[in-house]
């Protein structure tokens, strides 16, 4: 059963002790293999609320908050995506749950293909949503640097508030408002400590584009149609340089195809999970 977009999924929210003593938080429902859903930038783990819901029938699945966001403790004052990855393998240590499917959106993507090229024996299958390998280029670098030092000068909300309308497509919010407000209000919770450390971790990530080829993990690309963030086409470069990967296009959505369209997202999703090699 598939789950409208406002149902509240049954989840056990949890708290773990990783290994450089930070608690991470996260949340968890259903049961069955383990898929760890990873959040974009500035988000939580309520991003995946309707995933939470309507994977659950397929998966246990794990959304933590990467350390800096959501109820997760203050991070260090650049987090690169290795240490996300490395936070996010220590919990899955903790759980006791690996390998696991990892489904990262944007920036939790980014950190999918760290957690994949740091642990690839801990990796199941990919999910990667309006993501790409690539690393940023000088232009946007800078770019990202001047946002960390207004974040840090007090201005994190003006600076979230910018982001905000590009994150889904115009057709999107006006077919649900609430949904739009949903996701203005997680993005302005996010305390900006974590909003600037992940700015100068993401303008550091590397490019992962040549370790695309050896990433065998049957691996979901998925991509909305209308994003303006990071285009299809580089999310769809990237599933076409992996082995064993298939690239699905949303239409009409935008950066944000769990939260759009729920109902579509988790379609494609629970078909892949179907498929996987037991
Ligand atoms: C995200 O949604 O995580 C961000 O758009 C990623 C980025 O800024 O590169």
Redesign the pocket.
């Given at each position: 059963m598939l789950l409208s977009r406002f149902e509240t999924p049954r989840s056990n929210p949890g708290r773990f002790m990783t290994q450089r003593r930070t608690t991470l938080h996260y949340v968890e429902a259903g049961g069955g293999p383990t898929l760890v859903a990873l959040?974009?930038?500035?988000?939580d783990h309520t991003l995946w609320q309707a995933q939470l819901g309507g994977l659950a029938e397929a998966a246990r699945v794990v959304a933590p908050d990467l350390r800096g966001f959501g109820g997760s403790p203050a991070p260090d004052e650049t987090m690169s995506m290795r240490a996300y990855a490395t936070d996010v393998r220590n919990l899955l240590r903790g759980l006791n749950t690996t390998p696991a499917v990892l489904m990262g959106?944007?920036?939790?993507?980014?950190v999918a293909l760290a957690f994949a090229a740091l642990f690839p024996e801990a990796v199941r299958a990919l999910i990667l949503c309006?993501?790409?390998a690539t690393a940023?280029s000088p232009e946007?670098r800078a770019r990202?640097l001047a946002l960390a030092r207004r974040v840090a000068e007090g201005e994190a909300a003006a600076v979230v508030t910018e982001?905000v309308p590009?994150?889904t497509a115009d057709a999107s919010r006006r077919a649900d408002p609430e949904m739009a407000e949903r996701v203005r209000q997680m993005m302005l919770r996010q305390p900006a400590p974590g909003v600037a450390a992940?700015?100068r971790g993401?303008a550091e990530r590397p490019d992962r584009q040549g370790s695309l080829p050896a990433l065998r993990a049957p691996t979901l690309a998925i991509s909305g149609s209308a994003d303006t963030?990071?285009p299809p086409e580089e999310t769809e470069a990237m599933a076409r340089a992996m082995p064993n990967s298939r690239f699905v296009l949303i239409p009409g959505v935008g950066?944000?195809p769990p939260v759009e369209n729920p109902e579509a997202f988790n379609k494609v999703v629970l078909e892949f999970l179907a498929r996987l090699p037991a």
């Open positions: 959040h974009g930038f500035p988000h959106l944007s920036m939790g993507g980014y309006s993501t790409r940023d946007a990202r982001m590009a994150m992940a700015l993401m963030l990071i950066h944000l």
